[in-house]
């Protein structure tokens, strides 16, 4: 048994194996590993007693779970009404450029993934970006990349830190 | 923090009734002095975003470093979204009510060393008003909070919602005691049918007839029944529920409870939003605290009535808000709608009755058993009682969240709360109800805002989204932004959604690109006709009506993009160009740099020319001049 699918089993643990427990665990799932991989899937699935299919027909019905690794970093761009008005469209076109990637993909370099949400719920402060979890008020292009070069400097000082990394 | 100390220390009691809350909440008041100095932070998510936990942060050790010369050491509390997030960070100053705005970390030491100690006021921190250019001190002279009736939002801002006590010390949980000591369920069914409390989540279905029908179904099959909070705000622009949930999580527990007895409910759900994640915590630790206290769980207030709850996280689809939907995802599904004639009542969660309503319509409720439905049913107007709450952005200058009695004038809330238009301008159009609504024209600006008068108008109330429209944005793009944004949550099941939706978008993007024709018109109005007719939900039902609310009142933006083959807003990206005005270009080069694909040209303090056939109309040019230089024609 892999680390990743002893801690799917601690997770598993939690929930009682019902069929109406599986979003619940596939969402626990993917905030822990960042996605579901296909092992993970078998196991939730056996583990609530819905079929692989069926399973993965939940999984791809909502926009929220993602079955292929993400990128180091997430850049998360508001569409909603309010940032739609303020440009939020711009910034999502703007980024895809600078990224070479369409919304939901990764860099081939797997540092970045981009993808869209539906309003955040601060709508006040639109146009509205998310990068990994902190919220961005009143985005441009300039800030993100600001934002972005930070993180990667971060990610690059964490490797650099780690001897023998 | 500072206040509740004491009461905390007790660690947590279990409360046997009425008495015990009463005296529970008097012993904590004792502890408190009203006058003792507080600072309050905003930590709702939008300050939050704009830096509210480093100020909160710079506080706290500022406060802790030692020399401070303050007679008494002030209080920090952190609270939920105070509505006005476009100027957060918010920090308020009690018992003064002192109103800071945008305040950053390295303004603390200044507010402890001046406002604090001295008592004195820091100008630069004040809120201006837009309109008359007067800088305000108090929050409720603010005209944005001045002009509010805040009933369900009361607490937000003034407790923290993950201090229990704080809620207590509210009013908290004291309709919930009174209606399990002295009232039967029957009894709290009639008040809610007596506030004429309509459902807050978009239909507007009286909640009391609800309740009452489902108390008819479980007449016919018995328990058990469950009751079903609606906590997924689809609406994609709005966030009334999300600040409630955020900033006073007890009263949409107390709410939900009061209802679980009134109906004879042993389990409930609350089913939030998955992009909540804030909510998702506060909600979390609320359950916690309440079940310690005996206020949810077995034997509430040891009444002999037991009740319980479990989140649903959201999973990111919009069309899980609608009611049958929502069931089937709770149940570990795919959220597929039911058709309509399956009444949610009789045959909702695994089959059995079902009571869904709104946060907001939860967190209505303790008010009504509180106070009365009588109380209740004299604010607003006949058939909309109570206020309501709207999330009023876009083109305005106070941004945020507001709660005003029902039937107040549509220009009200945007000119007199809102501050009307940066610049002065009229508004050009107010959208209300989100992807299901329409546009009101600045012609129909009296409009009452109530359930009845919003849908005369053609549009509707929805959950309370209002979207400020000024002569820069186009009708014709928000309705195509509404039609793809739905067209994307169909959930395919059936055709007139699936297809019809797509036909119509494609015939706006033909706007948008200037390929319309006169017959597409009439093609987007029959095709609305079908897809009202035909839909299986509400989603396919309700999604023509962006469409149709600004072919009627803005035809002639239509016939403009189709005939001139222009945008007068200057949106649609095919239909303008970008040019450099040669007057106010002084050559700062800085579009050149940072125009992506190298179509400006220019040398040093020239004016400088963007290549047409080049350019992408990404907009940065525009974005980075800081001398207003980049126009759209
Ligand atoms: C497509 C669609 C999406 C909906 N989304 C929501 C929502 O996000 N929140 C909500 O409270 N109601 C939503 N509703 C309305 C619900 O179906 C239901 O009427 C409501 O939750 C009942 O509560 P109320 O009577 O308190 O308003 C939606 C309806 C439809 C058709
Ligand atoms: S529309 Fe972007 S946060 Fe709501
Ligand atoms: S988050 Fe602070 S006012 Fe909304």
Known sequence: MTTSDQHIDELMDQYPPKPEYLIGLLQDIQDQQGYISYGAMLLASEHTKVPLSQAYSVATFYQSFRLDPPGEHEIKVCLGTACHLNGGQQLVDGLSRKLQIEPGETTDDMMFTLSTVNCVGACAIAPVAVVDENYHAGATMQKLEREMRKVIDLSSDKIMGEPNA | ?633
């Open chain 2, 1 to 633: 923090m500072h206040n509740q100390s004491s009461a905390l220390q007790q660690g947590p009691c279990r409360l046997e009734s009425l008495d015990d809350l009463n005296k529970f909440r008097e012993q904590l008041e004792r502890n408190i002095d009203p006058d003792h100095p507080e600072i309050v932070v905003c930590h709702g998510t939008g300050c939050l975003a704009s830096g509210g936990e480093a100020v909160s942060n710079a506080i706290q050790a500022t406060l802790d470093a030692s020399g401070i010369k303050a007679k008494v050491i002030p209080g920090i509390k952190t609270t939920g979204c105070q509505g006005f997030c476009s100027r957060g960070p918010l920090v308020l100053i009690r018992p003064q009510g002192i109103f800071y705005q945008r305040v950053k970390p390295k303004d603390v030491g200044e507010i402890i060393e001046k406002t604090i100690v001295q008592g004195e006021i820091i100008n630069r921190l004040l809120y201006k008003d837009p309109q008359t250019g007067e800088k305000i001190i108090h929050e409720e002279e603010i005209p944005f909070y001045k002009y509010q009736d805040r009933k369900v939002l009361h607490n937000i801002g003034k407790i923290d919602p993950t201090n229990l006590y704080d809620s207590i010390m509210a009013g908290g949980y004291q309709a919930l005691a009174k209606a399990l000591t002295t009232m039967t369920p029957e009894q709290v069914v009639q008040e809610v049918e007596l506030s004429g409390l309509r459902g807050r989540g978009g239909a507007g279905f009286p909640a009391g007839r609800k309740w009452r029908s489902a108390l008819l179904a479980i007449e016919k099959k018995g328990r058990p029944v469950y009751v079903v909070v609606n906590g997924d705000e689809g609406d994609p622009g709005a966030f009334m529920d999300r600040t409630i949930m955020e900033g006073d999580p007890h009263a949409v527990l107390e709410g939900l409870i009061l209802g679980a007895y009134a109906l004879g409910a042993t389990e409930g759900f609350l089913y939030v939003r998955a992009e909540y994640p804030l909510a998702i915590k506060h909600l979390g630790i609320a359950m916690e605290q309440a079940r310690a206290h005996g206020l949810l769980g077995k034997n509430i207030l040891n009444s002999g009535f037991s009740f319980d709850v479990r989140i649903n996280r959201g999973a990111g689809a919009f069309v899980c808000g609608e009611s049958t939907a929502l069931f089937t995802s709770i149940e570990g599904k795919p959220g597929n709608p039911k058709p309509k004639y399956v009444r949610s009542v009789e045959e909702g969660l695994w089959g059995r009755p079902t009571v869904l309503n709104n946060v907001e319509t939860w967190a209505n409720i303790p008010l009504i058993i509180d106070k009365g439905g009588d109380w209740y049913k004299k604010i607003g107007v006949s058939h909309s009682t109570g206020t309501k709450v709207f999330s009023l952005v876009g083109k305005v200058n106070n941004v945020g969240l507001v709660e005003v009695p029902m039937g107040l004038p549509l220009s009200d809330i945007v000119e007199k709360i809102g501050g009307g238009v940066p610049g002065g301008a009229p508004f050009k159009a107010v959208q209300t109800g989100g992807p299901s609504g329409g546009c009101i024209p600045y012609s129909l600006k009296d409009t009452a805002v109530d359930f009845d008068s919003l849908t005369e108008a053609g549009s509707m109330m929805g959950s309370g989204a209002m979207i400020v429209m000024d002569d820069t944005d186009c009708v014709v793009d928000l309705a195509r932004y509404f039609l793809r944004f739905l067209e994307e949550e169909s959930c395919g099941k059936c055709m007139p959604c699936r297809f019809g939706l797509s036909r119509m978008r494609e015939i706006l993007d033909g706007f948008s690109e200037g390929r319309g024709t006169q017959a597409d018109i009439d093609d987007l109005i029959s095709l609305s006709k079908a897809i009202q007719d035909g839909a299986l939900c509400a989603l396919g039902s309700s999604a023509p009506n962006p469409v149709l609310t600004t072919i009627r009142y803005f035809k002639e933006e239509y016939l403009a993009h189709l005939e001139d083959q222009n945008c007068p807003a200057g949106v649609c990206k095919a239909l303008i160009t970008f040019q450099i005005d040669p007057e106010a270009c002084n050559g700062c080069t800085s579009c050149a740099r940072k125009c992506p694909v190298g179509c400006i040209s220019g040398g040093k303090k020239e004016p400088h020319t963007i290549s047409a056939d080049e350019c992408i109309k990404c907009g940065i040019c525009k974005e980075s001049c800081k001398f207003d230089a980049v126009r759209i024609i």
